[in-house]
């Protein structure tokens, strides 16, 4: 579904991501981790169209995604859950919401059982729907920003970091939620710095270390690697 091919970004003289080939296909979820300023945040923001690449190819579904503006690559179905929620905070939970289905406008007089779909994901948005969203907390507002995302009707979703700040309990609900996406058909792209968490929901995943592409394969090859267990899962950790 999304690939990448030999994709290169410079912010300046500094290089953030160099020849980074990586592919996710339909149905899974891929993890992408790394440590912070591995490039993890840069190589989402690229493929949404909010950073252009020096060199190299993106491809949704064959459509080359750098003929596109951000605008008509959420359209083709790319959604993203950024790196600090990026919510209206002055605006209610289901104003956000339906800003979410901004880009799928053919949609929406589906918008309400859409709704109701995340409403059933994260029953906490359904009891604070007339909250403005600066007053939820971080696990609710990270709840909010994912259930934003799928309100586009997405064929992939773009997480950056949704763990970040969360309170463990918070994070299993959080990645619970994904894998229910994904059992709903939804391919999910997860950079994380959560290695453990990410590597337990993941069927594939990459590791990026200063921008490049160190190590790849299935989440139960990299759990299992000395070098991962050694730099981001504590250790021993399994």
């Known amino acids: 579904m999304l690939d990448l091919r030999d994709l290169s970004v410079s912010y300046g003289n500094i290089s953030a991501l160099k020849n980074v080939s990586l592919k996710v296909e339909a149905g899974e979820i891929v993890a992408l981790i790394g440590s912070n300023g591995a490039g993890k945040s840069t190589l989402i923001k690229t493929c949404a169209g909010l950073v252009p690449p020096s060199a190299g190819e993106i491809f949704l579904n064959e459509t080359n995604l750098l003929k596109q503006a951000p605008s008509r690559r959420a359209a083709l179905g790319i959604a993203v859950v ?22 799928q406008r053919a949609h929406r007089s589906k ?16 009891e604070r ?60 792209l997860l950079a994380e710095q959560n290695a453990s968490a990410s590597l337990k929901i993941a069927d594939r995943a990459y590791v990026l270390e200063l921008g490049r592409v160190t190590m ?21 950790a399994a």
């Open 111 to 126: 918008m309400a059982s859409d709704m109701a779909e995340i409403f059933a994901l994260f029953p906490r948005l359904e």
């Open 216 to 236: 790849s394969g299935t989440a139960k090859e990299l759990k299992e690697s000395d070098k991962v267990r050694k730099l981001y899962l504590g250790g021993g």
């Open 82 to 103: 950024p790196e600090n929620r990026r919510l209206f905070d002055d605006m209610s939970v289901r104003d956000n919401l339906q800003l979410g289905a901004y880009s």
């Open 129 to 188: 729907q007339n909250q403005k969203a600066m007053t939820m907390s971080g696990g609710e507002q990270q709840m909010l920003a994912i259930g934003r995302a799928l309100m586009s009707r997405p064929q992939i979703v773009l997480m950056d970091e949704p763990s970040i700040g969360l309170a463990p309990k918070v994070v299993s609900q959080i990645f619970d939620a994904i894998v229910q996406m994904r059992a709903k058909g939804l391919t999910v």
